[in-house]
């Protein structure tokens, strides 16, 4: 599995009528281990989030299918493939 991150910005605000349904998506893949951090940047101007995913086409399935995407909330979608190495959350490697 590879670590992204992932940062959006909103458009406008359309958030708004979708968060709670976006939320509820991202809380399912918390629940299955997908996401690992999420939530809004300062200024509600977009979010962050942090997951796995198998490779780049799991990953893009996996944000096609969030409801930001799906009810055009989104301006703007970034993603970083992140290979953290260091940080008290980093499961353990013995």
Known sequence: MTWYVVQTRYDGDKYVDV?????????????????????????????????????????????????????GALAERTIHEWKPVLGAWLPSSE
């Open 19 to 71: 968060r709670s349904r976006h939320r509820e998506y991202l809380a399912d893949l918390s629940e299955r281990g997908v996401v690992a951090l999420a939530g809004p940047l300062d200024g509600n101007v977009g979010g962050m989030i942090v997951m796995q995913a198998a490779d780049r086409d799991e990953l893009q399935a996996l944000l096609d299918a969030d409801p930001y995407h799906l009810e």
